[in-house]
Each structure stands twice: as C-alpha cells, then as structure tokens.
C-alpha cells in the first residue's frame, strides 16, 4: 500500500507589516540589475540585464528559472532594480513631503520644536493612539504640522525658516528657488529618527530620504506577462512599455551627465525622468499627462491596477475564481423535491466529486474510469497520490485501470444524491446560497422546485444560477449540514418560514379542503400520485380534508386561523375544521408550516411540505382549474350598478370643484386651498375604487378562478380582479393625481385647469374593455415612474448593502455570548439582550402564552 | 421557583413568564413543568458561537432594502408634514449625517398644557420661529436715499403677539451695522452703517433683513399640533431640541427629534441610541416590512459603542477599522496603503476579508474552533 500524506504542513500567515522598502532592501532582495532598454536579442531571446531577463521569472512554458529552478506556474518571480542616475520624487507621498519639508528645518533637517517638546509630543502621540486609535492620531497630527507651518525661526540651529510652497503636481519652491530632488533628500537625510515621529512617520520602516527614490524596483516578469498573438508577434504589458521607458531615459541621462552635456539638457532629461517614473506609479494624476499606447490608449499602471471594481482588491482578492462550476438557464420542475437540483447530463460530464480510491471500492471506481470521460456515469481524471493529475482518455484507459490501487483519487462524474451548492445572484441574503441534492436529468437547463424561487428570488423568464461542486469531505459536511435547504427555511430576517407553498399548490389545497369530494379509487391514486404509500382507511366517499390529514404525523396538533379569520384545528393528525390556505402552508406566515418546524424538526417538515406541494398540483390536475376571460365577466345589472357608482362620484368630484370655486371649502390647516381640494377629491376616487373591489368580489361566482386565487392567497388580490372587469382606477404620481404640465392642462384634448377625473389620470375603464388613448397615456405615465423608480433604487440599495457587509462582516457571538468585533472590542453584552436566534425562534421570540396552553393541554 | 430557573433562562422571559403564569393560575406541578419546558426551549433557541451575526445583520437589511420605495416625499401618518422615507431615510440614518434632509421635531407638552388645544396652539405659536418677512406687507428699496423702508403688516404682528418695541429689540440684536429707526408714517427704516453706502449693499441687506428672525425657535418653519390618543402633540418642520427643551411647557422626557446629531449632542449617546432604533423601525414599519428588533438593536449598538455616532461609511465604522487590508478593501484603497507604510502599520489578520485576500480560513463559524487532532504517527 502506497504511504499516505501523514503529515499536512499548514503555513498560515500570522500579520502583514506595512512600511518603505530601503534602498539597501532594494538592493538586497533584486536578483537583477536592469541596464538595457532592450527585451529580447535577434533570436527573441530575453537579454540579460534587460527587463525581461530570465532571472526575473519564468513566463515561457518549458523554461526552469535561472533562480530557483522551478517552472511556470512554479516560480514566484524576482525582484530586479534600476539605479536612477538622478533622484526622483514618488508621486504617492508629495503631501507628505511637503509638511516634512514645512514642518523641519531647511538648514539642520530637525524638527522645528524644542527638544523637550519633541518628547513631550511623541509621549502624547502614542498615548492617542492606544486609547483612540490612529484615525484620531493621524488628526493631532495634522494640528501639529499646521502649527509648525508657520515657525519662522529653527530653534535648533537659528536659521531663519521660508515658507514652501507646492506648485502641482510635484515642484516645491522655497522662497521662489525650485527645490530639487537632491536638495529635498539631502535636507530629509539630517533629520534624526526621534524627529520624524513628531510627523507620523515610523522610522524604522519609513526614513523621510526614502521618500525620494534613488533605486527603483522593477517587479517580477510574472506581474507583467507577455502575450504571444496569433501572428506569432510578442505584445509586452503596459508596465514593461512603462519601465522600458524609464530605463531609457535613465540611460540617456546617465550619459549626459558623464558626457558633461550643459545642465539644461540634463535638466530636461531629469524632468523627463520623473514623468516617466511618476505616471509609472500613477497615470491619473491630475495636470500630468497619462502616458499612452500608441493607438492613444491610457496605460494602466500600478495605481489603476490597484483600485476600483476591476482593481486587484476587488476583482481578484475579495473575489476569486473558481473550477467545478456550471451555469445555465433555470427551469420549473414540481415533481422533484425541494432540496434537490436537477443537472443537466452535459454538465454532469464534466463536473467531477474526487473519490479516495480503498480496498472496498476499487471495483467500482474501475468501473467508472472505463466509462471514461465520454459515457455516464464516468471518470476525467486520475490524481496520483504524489500530485500527478492523468486525464482519462482511450489511450491512457489501459494503464491507469491497471496502476490504479488505494491512496489514488478518482475525479468521477456527478451523480444522483451528491451535494451541490446552488446559488442566484444578486446572493442578497444567506438563503441565496443554499446545497441541494444532485438529480441527474435530460436537456439542458437546471431544474428546481419552484417553491424554493423564493428564497433565490428568481423566476423562469431566462434566470440563470450558478452551481458548485464542493471538494473536499469537509467542504460537502457544511454544505450538507449548514446550508441544506431544509437548515434555511426559516429567514433570520423575521423569523418567518421563506420556503412554503405557493400558487397552485396553495390553491390545490385550498380546493381540497374546502369541500371537493372524491370516490374511494380516486382518493387513492391522488395519493399514490403524491407519493403516500401508507393509506389510510377510507369510506365510498372520501372528503378532502381525509386526503390532506393522510399527509400529517398521527400525533399533530395544531389550532390556528385560515385568511378569513376562521379556525383551523388539527388533532391526532386528522384535519378537522378549518381550510387551508396561504395562512396555514403559505410563505412568510404558514403557520401550520411554522408548528411542524418546531414539533418534528426540519427535514420532516421539508418532506411534508414537499407533499403537501404536490397534493395541491395534483389536486389541479384531477379537477382542472384555469382562468379564463370570462372570469372577468360581470352581469349587466353589475355592470350598471358599476357605472352608476362611477357616475355618483364624478358628480360628487363636480359638486366638489364647484364648491372650490365659489370659495365655500375650508382647507385643512398647513394646507393650501388648492392642496386640500386635491386631496378630498383623491379620497373620493380611491374610495369608489376600493367599493366596487368588494361589490365585484361579493358578486362573482365561488367559482370564479380569481377568487379562489385571491381567497386561498396563492396570488392577486380582488383589486386586480375590479381592475380587469370594472375599472382601473386613479393613476398617481408621488401620491397626487396626475399634475399639469406645460399650459396648465395634462393633455392637448382637455381644457385649460381642467380638475375633473378623468383630466387628471382616472381611468374609467377595465383592462378587459380597453383603455382609450388618453387613458392609457396616464397609465403608461405611472408605468415609467415605476420603471424608473427601480432602475434608481437597485444600485443605491446596493451601495447601502455593500457598506453595511464591509462594516459588519467581522462581528460574531463569541463562546461567552458576547457580541465582538475583530479586535475583541464589545459591542452587545448578550446578543439581542437575550441570547436567542431569530432563525431558530419563533419570530424572534417565545410566545410564553402558547407554551403554557401547551402544558395545561397536556 | 422562578428564581431556581434565573441564570438559566433570561431575566425578561422568566419576568414574562411570571406574568402570564399569575394570570393563568397555574399550579406548582404545570408551573414547573412549563419552566422546564421553557429552559428546554430556550437553550434550542440560543443562538450559536461564531454565528456571524454581522452579515446576517447586514443582510437582513440589504434584502429588503431592494424592496424599499425611493419616494421621498410622503405623507406621514394623518399629518400633512413632508418627511423623507424609504430607502433614502434608511440611508441617511445609516450614514448618521450631521444634516437631516427633513428636521423634525414630536414635541410633547407637561400635563395641564397637552389637552387643551387653546393651550397647546399657544404654546405652538410660542415654538415657530418668526422671521421680519412674516410681519412685513413689502420691502422697498429707496434708491435716492439708499435705505430700505418696511412697510409693516399690522394685523399679522398683532396675530403673533408682536409689540412694535419687541420688533425693534429684536432688529437691534440681529441686525448689526445697520441703522434701525422709525419713520414718521409707521414704516421701519433700515440703513446700512457704513462710511460709503453702494445699492449693493442695500439691496444684500433687503434680503438678509426678510431673512431676520424676530421671535420663536430658530430653525422651526412650521408646526403642527395633532391629536394622538388624547393628548395633543405638536410636530415640527425644522428641529432645535437645545432652545425647545428649554420650555417650561415641553415635556422634556418625550420630546424628540429626527436628528441623530442633535439628540446625541444635546441628550447623549443612550438617548442616540434609542433615536437609531425608532427611526429605522419606523422606516422599516411605514414600508410594510418586517425586520427583526434584534437586527436594529445591533445596528444602532455598533453605531455608538464608542460613544459618538458613527456612521457605516468609509469614514464611519468601516473608516475605524484596524485592519488596512480590510479598510483598503473597502474603499480608496491607495490612501490606507500609503497612509500604513508611513506610519508601519502591522495588520494582525484577525477579520474576514484579510483572510480572503490571503486563501486563509476566516475566524467566524466553522473557521473558529481551533482544534487540532493529535494522531499517532505511522512507524
């Protein structure tokens, strides 16, 4: 038997120390010292002592590095350095410069404080920082630069102090004299250690002469990689365009000053210098001109490289990618369960769970890699126990079946029953990441229950969603364990059940128990179709209730309220009044849902939930339930009972309008007479609106399939009904009818000032009869602003999220209860004031009334 | 019985339980069994270590926050005042800015002055700030003489129980520089007390004089007394807590205000705490969203565990944080970097991200516990 990885070596990084890197440090960790502007040599050979010498890293397959051997992919890459022939500033830290400049002494470098004030200060400084933090530090800090502007004698050495100025982006100017590089690094190396400390700086990390570079690193050739196009044309990265500049100039200017050219071309050449090396460092620095490609693109150099949302932070440090993923479209599939996931066949060929080969499954793992990678259920790849990944093809079948023995890894196809994590984006919330069972399926599109939309918030109109195969054991244990579908069904939000029932499965029960009869036979195959398979005893004729309590545990209990305020009782498991609707098995506030959660635990309740889904469609299906146009039929007594409603509240809008205008309405106080009426007339409309909801809701037939949607709360309410058969009602715009616009009129067909209805966005017909033009311009009118109003708040809500995670993410329950954040700082002493979790109590709380009844009960 | 149970169960639950156990006459076996019952329960819905309550925290507000309307105007309650709401309120609250975009005041009145509304519309008169535009019919610019002449509104000044020596006081104060006189037909002459007098200068004092405050609160436009219960409250356009709380008539127990700021500066750091929670809840409410206490509670706790209010911005809590990589992360990434390699900042790597960027476990859930399994070794 092969010897197994016995020992794991676990490095982890214990701190990060932030601070300059020294001219000698420079020196030191460089392997290279960089000459020659040039890249490659006649053969396309990199040239040594240019930017992309091999000692700099490997970049080419096949290459080993001349460093340490390894390659591609192997070898870290090394540091090389220029030596500038004159100094130059970095454009990072001219702010700093400046007040070091301002704040010490142009002829002794020192500070321009007392000696005994020095101390002082740094004792006061440190005592800030460990009771408030640096952030406060930082702030005394700028006090004290500020007060030491204006000292106009060194108290050191007596030297009369000038005022400097900046002149942006980096030229400083002392009493009209321009201040060299030289001039300022020469001033900056007199300063002594305990000085700089008044400033902020931490000499042991940061000298002030460090600021000014002498020596310029040049990063490692795998920072900035070569792309070899199609052409067989090498394409450089924007940095190496960028230090190849700098090494240029560096020459050139090398040369002038040996060569002994007149100071102003040395001069030029300097400056020339520092723009390549400051748009090197940044290329967005305003009043510098970026530095382009020759096609006029900007460069991206290190600055951009580093921030924003395509930064490195954020695209690839926060963020990263991953393998064994898929994406495609989602689908609806009601008959698989909640918690499983249909995967398509093409994608389980090529998503793979690693298997340990044993003594015990050999065989079987033989089996999957003859299948290879082509046939399913098979195998990709083979991992040899020293790291060695073969791919499984017709050619390597042979001799991977014959060495292959314990201690090997199988990477095997996905299949029925392994564990996949499943998400949706925007991931808003922890129930947008869930683990879900693997159901292999046909065609091409992930299948899921619709009842778990909710908690993804997606819908079929072409969402996509993401899916992950996890690795490792323990990586499938907390999925399995935290993340299931069923761990989630309560929202840590409200402490409500997320996953429920909806729609048509709400409507199918509620059909069921209100009073659908069946025969014997038929009860039994709407049950058998369900999945029950222990039927209870029926009579001729079976009820609905008696289908629905086959489902439920004998020994349930359970007493709530349907929707319209009746009850619900349960008891030993038979349903024995009551209907149930969305109020029982719906999402947010199953009640009925929430009991079984607390009394049989999650997964059962996942598994009843998943018949009780079912039973509703399948209910459907026997009795058939459509909505059709016309359900939104009324009768012609209705219908003019309607239009007089309609009619009386024009009138009393008219009756209104003329008040108004004869001067007899009292406005309400803070409100202007204008103001009052609009309101008044809005009441009215809304009202009328609202009566003819009920009247149309009262008068349509039980049957009528809206009603029973809306009743049973699968979907809609009866005012979507009154807007589709008797009348849409008033259009408003930040909660006023529809206003004036040019020429005191909404449209060119009304009069001027017109205050009628329909003038001001009332619109008096049903969507079955049609809107006419005017109408449905006010509709369209509030049909935009909706849009608009969405298209607004999503990345403004996201911006709040984002900050609310960033300062948030690091808080947790500690072992004692106790609310801290990173640095152990308390924030709650008992989480909540009372310890529990909202996701595991009910709502949030314990309903100490109920639980008593329970005891007595008992 | 109760108290053999106290240690075990939170104080507030048993006192509830004491409660309701008085009120159903329970007897000593039910009580006993329903206390073991309710210790069963509770310790099923403790809440785990290493739960990272913060993201749940955060998520709980992000989610519905894309449910959240932008509108900002609207009608609060039976008032007919103007309060932003929605998302941007939420926002603002969050943000913990120093300028509400509308001020706000619930101002409560001492027992005999709440319920009669006599009492009360006096006591509201008192509150809303008066300023000289309100007592003038116009303001006319005499060119000739360059002085500017108001031309006084009688009746409202007799309204708002203003004497004509209480306006001049009042003009004397707050208007400084100016000649103040009283011309012959009545009107209030203005004239700015300089040595050359440009109309620039006179027409810059027409609109600083319509602009003079006279009487009242400074800073409260408007207000509005409502009933509620029955009692009278007075709301308020514009807050000024410090000037109102100095009523003898204001009940200054009750009496608040929509600004953060103003209730941390003048009430304290508590009293901002609890004004966090209000006002997110009543966001929360007025948008027909449920969201749990415990997760505003947390917000606003964190929000002033410093004892200032700090906002969850770049320069709030996250600005705060001792972690570079994890403030770098966050926003402006540059100025952490630069500003930690100056002062040789050291980042000990005890929060999330820092671990993400490295590929190291993070400490929060399964990442926390660290043990470590002795196993023998193979000979």
Excluded at chain 1, 392 to 416: A, W
Excluded at chain 1, 513 to 535: C, H, P, Q, R, Y
Excluded at chain 2, 47 to 72: K, Y
Excluded at chain 2, 86 to 115: C, Q
């Amino acid at each position: 038997m092969i010897k197994m990885e016995t020992e794991h070596i676990y490095k982890k990084v214990e701190k990060i120390v932030f601070g300059f890197l020294s001219p000698k440090q420079i020196k030191k960790m460089a392997t290279v010292k960089v000459v020659t502007p040039e890249l490659y040599d006649k053969d396309g050979y990199p040239v040594d002592g240019g930017l992309m010498d091999t000692r700099m890293g490997v970049i080419d397959p096949g290459l080993r590095c001349p460093v340490d051997g390894k390659k591609l992919k192997e070898c870290p890459g090394y540091f090389g350095y220029i030596e500038l022939a004159r100094p130059v500033i970095h454009i990072q830290y001219t702010k700093i410069i400046l007040d070091l400049l301002r704040s010490t002494c142009g002829e002794c470098g020192r500070i321009l404080m007392e000696e005994s004030e020095i101390e002082e200060t740094i004792k006061h400084l440190d005592c800030v920082e460990k009771e408030s933090g640096l952030n406060i530090k930082r702030k005394k800090i700028k006090a004290i630069i500020a007060s030491l502007k204006t000292v106009k004698k060194c108290p050191h050495c007596r030297a009369k102090q000038y005022n400097i100025k900046i002149e942006k982006p980096l030229t400083f100017i002392e009493n009209d004299k321009k201040l060299t590089p030289i001039d300022i690094r020469s001033r900056f190396e007199k300063t002594p250690d305990r000085d700089v400390e008044v400033i902020g700086l931490n000499p042991r990390v940061a000298r002030p002469e460090w600021l000014i570079l002498t020596l310029l690193p040049i990063p490692p050739v795998t920072m900035r990689p070569s792309i070899t196009l199609d052409t067989g044309e090498r394409s450089e990265d924007d940095l190496t365009h960028k230090l190849s500049d700098i090494v240029r100039i560096n020459q050139r200017l090398f040369e002038n000053i040996n060569a002994g050219a007149p100071e102003v071309i040395v001069e030029d050449l300097w400056d020339l210098l520092q723009y390549h090396v400051t748009t090197y460092f940044d290329n967005t620095v305003s009043q510098i001109p970026p530095a382009r490609h020759r096609s006029g693109q900007a460069l991206k150099t290190l600055t951009e490289r580093i921030k924003s949302k395509e930064g490195r932070f954020r695209y690839n440090l926060a963020g990263k990618r991953v393998n064994f993923a898929a994406r495609t479209v989602i689908s609806p599939d009601p008959e698989i369960a909640f918690n499983e996931v249909g995967v398509p066949r093409a994608i389980a060929n090529e998503l793979t769970v690693p298997e340990r080969v044993n003594e015990w499954n050999l065989e079987r793992l033989k089996e999957f890699i003859k299948r290879g990678p082509e046939e399913y259920p098979g195998a990709n790849y083979v991992i040899r126990p020293d790291g060695k990944k073969k791919k499984i093809s017709d050619e390597t079948k042979e001799q991977l079946l014959e060495e292959l023995q314990p201690g090997y890894l199988v990477e095997r196809h996905i299949m029925d029953g392994d564990i996949a994590i499943f998400n949706r984006q925007p991931s808003l919330h922890r129930m947008s990441i869930m683990s879900h069972k693997i159901k292999i399926l046909p065609y091409k599109s992930f299948r899921l229950n619709p009842a778990v939309c909710t908690p993804y918030a997606g819908d079929f109109d072409g969402d996509e969603m993401n899916l992950h195969i996890p690795q490792t054991e323990e990586a499938r244990a907390e999925a399995e364990i935290l993340m299931h579908v069923q761990t989630q069904i309560i929202t840590p939000k409200n402490g409500t059940n997320i996953i429920g029932c909806l729609e048509d499965a709400i409507s199918g029960n509620y059909l069921l128990t209100k009073g659908l009869e069946f025969n014997k036979d038929e009860a039994v195959e709407l049950l058998m179709s369900v999945g029950i398979k222990d039927i209870p005893k029926f009579g001729k004729i079976v009820n609905g209730k008696e289908i629905f309590s086959a489902l439920l545990p004998n020994n349930f209990e359970y007493i709530g309220k349907s929707r319209d305020d009746e009850d619900v009782i349960i008891k030993n498991g038979k349903l024995i009044k009551g209907i149930i609707d969305g109020a029982s098995i719906g999402e947010e506030n199953g009640n009925l849902i929430r009991k079984l959660h607390r009394d049989y635990g999650e997964d059962k309740t996942l598994e009843l939930m998943g018949l009780m889904f079912k039973l509703g469609i399948k209910t459907l299906l026997y009795c058939g339930f459509t909505s059709g146009l016309a359900d939104t039929d009324l009768n012609p007594e209705l219908k003019s009972k309607i239009q007089k409603m309609l009619n009386d509240a024009e009138k009393q809008v008219e009756e209104l309008i003329r008040k108004y205008k004869a001067g007899q309405i009292t406005p309400m106080s803070t409100k202007t007479l204008e103001e009052s009426l609009e309101l008044m007339i809005l009441q009215v409309l809304n009202k009328v609106r609202n009566k003819i909801g009920e009247v149309v809701a009262a008068n349509a037939p039980e049957k009528n399939s809206f009603i029973i949607m809306s009743r049973s709360g699968a979907r809609g309410n009866v005012l979507n009904l009154a807007m589709m058969s008797a009348v849409v009602g008033q259009q408003s715009l930040k909660g006023k009818r529809i206003e004036n616009g040019y020429g005191d009129r909404t449209l060119s067909v009304f009069n001027k000032n017109d205050l009628s209805p329909r003038a001001r966005g009332f619109i008096r017909s049903s969507y079955k009869k049609g809107l006419d033009p005017v109408e449905f311009f006010f509709g369209s009118m509030t049909g935009r602003d909706s849009l608009m109003d969405t298209a607004l708040r999503t990345p403004k809500s996201g911006y709040l999220y984002r900050r609310l995670s960033n300062a948030l993410q690091d808080l947790k329950i500690e072992y004692d209860y106790t609310v801290r954040d990173a640095n152990k700082a308390i924030i709650q002493f008992n989480y909540g004031d009372d310890g529990m979790d909202v996701s595991k109590s009910e709502g949030g709380t314990i309903n100490i009334k109920n639980l008593i009844k329970e005891v007595i009960l008992k | 019985m109760i108290e053999e149970f106290r240690g075990k169960i939170n104080g507030m639950l048993l006192d509830e339980f004491e409660k309701e156990a008085n009120a159903m006459k329970l007897t000593k076996a039910q009580r006993e069994k329903a206390l073991k019952l309710l210790e069963k329960r509770y310790k099923e819905y403790k809440i785990n270590p290493g739960e990272a309550i913060g993201v749940i925290t955060a998520e709980s507000f992000g989610e519905p926050g894309t449910q959240m309307t932008l509108n900002i105007f609207h009608f609060a309650g039976v008032s007919e005042l103007n309060v932003t709401l929605g998302l941007p309120r939420l926002i603002e609250i969050f943000d913990a800015r120093k300028e509400v975009s509308t001020p706000i005041m619930e101002v409560y009145l001492k027992k005999p002055y709440n319920t009669d509304i006599k009492a009360v519309k006096k006591v509201a008169a008192m509150i809303k700030e008066t300023k000289l535009r309100e007592l003038a019919h116009e303001f006319l610019i005499n060119i000739i003489k360059k002085q500017i002449e108001v031309v006084l509104n009688k009746g409202n000044m007799r309204n708002l129980g203003i004497t004509e020596k209480f306006l001049f006081d009042a003009l004397a104060v707050k208007l400084k520089k100016v000649k103040i006189r009283k011309a012959s037909n009545g009107n209030v002459v203005l004239k700015p007390d300089l040595e050359e007098v440009s109309l620039k200068d006179v027409y810059k004092l027409k609109e600083k004089a319509k602009e003079t405050f006279i009487k009242g609160i400074e800073g409260i436009s408007q207000v509005l007394p409502i009933k509620q219960g029955n009692e009278f409250v007075i709301l308020t356009t514009g807050s000024n807590l410090k000037d109102t709380l100095k009523l003898e008539q204001v009940d200054e127990t009750r009496t608040i205000s929509n600004s953060l700021f103003e209730i941390a500066s003048i009430l304290g750091i508590e009293a901002a705490r609890e004004a966090i929670v209000y006002e997110a809840k009543k966001v929360i409410t007025e948008q027909g969203l449920d969201v749990d206490t415990r997760h505003i509670l947390f917000i606003s706790d964190l929000m002033t565990a410093t004892g200032r209010v700090k906002g969850v911005t770049r320069s709030g809590i996250t600005g705060e944080k001792e972690s570079v990589l994890a403030r770098a992360t966050f926003e402006t990434p540059l100025k952490h970097i630069t500003g930690a390699a100056l002062a040789g900042e050291e980042d000990l790597l005890n929060s999330v991200v820092e671990n993400v960027l490295l590929n190291q476990p993070v400490p929060l859930g399964t990442g926390l516990p660290g043990l470590v399994a002795s196993m023998k070794k193979n000979e």
